[in-house]
């Protein structure tokens, strides 16, 4: 393919699905778990309940629910879809991928299939790598799965983190499409300052044992605070690097769906951008928490469902996460 094709070839997404377990977890229930109380919770993360997946639901489980509607949505089938990337960071388990199981599932055998680490951003990168591979003419359609438990790395005993997150998945199916689609895409990181978001054992670094097991290094740990002021600083300058070069201001964007980590952190994002957050910041933390790569799959599913963005409508999809990652796409709906 020539250059000139690929540079003008436009990519969509066509597809959206999302998929949240039934059991909801209110602040009030946790009140029992730990010393917290609804009202903190709520004053500082705008969080008031989050879904919690079965016992015997997996990574997988949530992601192909979710897969199954995106699919339907763009029409298609699942005969239809090129690629798998599913992005998170708590699959079913090291090995094989939870994209391979998902293809398992979804009984499309020898498609490709891969994960993508990238925590909070996940969604953003995946949706980045599907854009590549249209535009090259590798695949024609590719489904991009955001799906957390998120529960399953929680230490119920630790008030700081437990009660931020929740579980669900997102998933959307990328292709060609005439007008709009994708218009730019910014990603970043910093490894340096991995420790302050991390999942300590399990890994090559520190093995599963029993010492590991009592310490509790198989749950994520965080340096709230500090990652706070990173969120907001990196969010504001991700949203900036992907809408400079169009030329577009806060106010050309209809709507920005951030990664749902906190609602004082959004504030603060929209202030740096410009924008009213009430007209202009789509918000759903209040129900299901922090999903990490989830939060940004089902905010924009949700977001098309109760028509907050329509066709013709400049949206801005933003995240930030353990990594440190982040990242920011504009898209032309
Ligand atoms: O997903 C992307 C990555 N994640 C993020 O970007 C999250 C960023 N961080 C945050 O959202 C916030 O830092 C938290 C919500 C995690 C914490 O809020 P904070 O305003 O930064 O609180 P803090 O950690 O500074 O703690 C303030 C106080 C402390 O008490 P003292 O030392 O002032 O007496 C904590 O012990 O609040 C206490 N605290 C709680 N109190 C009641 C911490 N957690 C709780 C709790 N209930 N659940």
């Given at each position: 393919m020539f250059k000139e094709e690929i540079l003008e070839k436009k990519v969509g997404i066509i597809g959206l699905g999302k998929y949240l377990p039934e059991k909801r977890l209110t602040n009030k229930d946790i009140e029992k778990i730990v010393d917290t109380t609804d009202e903190w919770i709520t004053e500082r993360t705008g969080i008031k309940e989050r879904r919690i997946a079965r016992e015997d639901e997996t990574t997988s489980d949530l992601a192909v629910n979710a897969a199954k509607r995106a699919i339907e949505n763009a029409k298609l089938?699942?005969?239809?879809?090129?690629l798998i990337i599913v992005a998170t960071?708590?699959?079913?388990?090291?090995?094989?991928s939870t994209a391979c199981i998902v293809q398992s599932k979804l009984n499309v055998n020898h498609i490709p299939a891969f994960d993508i680490s990238v925590a909070c951003s996940g969604f953003i990168y995946g949706i980045a790598i599907a854009e590549q591979f249209i535009k090259s003419g590798a695949y024609k359609h590719i489904l991009v799965i955001a799906a957390e438990k998120m529960s399953s790395v929680?230490?119920?005993?630790?008030r700081s983190t437990c009660v931020l997150m929740g579980d669900g998945a997102g998933a959307a199916v990328l292709g060609e499409v005439e007008e709009g689609g994708i218009l730019s895409i910014y990603l970043g990181a910093d490894?340096?300052?991995?420790?302050?978001?991390?999942?300590?054992?399990?890994?090559?670094?520190?093995?599963?044992?029993a010492s590991t097991v009592e310490k509790r290094l198989h749950f994520l740990r965080m340096e709230g605070n500090i990652l706070f002021k990173h969120a907001v600083k990196v969010m504001a300058e991700a949203a900036l690097k992907a809408t400079e070069p169009l030329g577009l201001?806060?106010?050309?964007?209809?709507?920005v769906i951030p990664h749902q980590a906190n609602i004082r952190i959004l504030n603060a994002v929209a202030k740096r951008m410009g924008i009213d957050p009430e007209e202009k910041l789509y918000l759903n933390i209040d129900k299901y928490g922090n999903m990490s790569s989830a939060s940004s799959a089902v905010a924009l599913t949700e977001a098309v469902e109760q028509h907050r963005v329509k066709k013709g409508d400049t949206i801005l999809l933003d995240a930030f996460g353990a990594g440190l990652t982040w990242g920011a796409i504009v898209i032309k709906w």
């Open positions: 089938k699942p005969e239809d879809i090129g960071i708590t699959p079913d388990m090291f090995f094989p929680t230490d119920w005993t630790d490894g340096s300052k991995g420790n302050l978001l991390e999942m300590p054992a399990g890994g090559s670094r520190l093995p599963a044992s201001k806060g106010d050309d964007i209809n709507l």
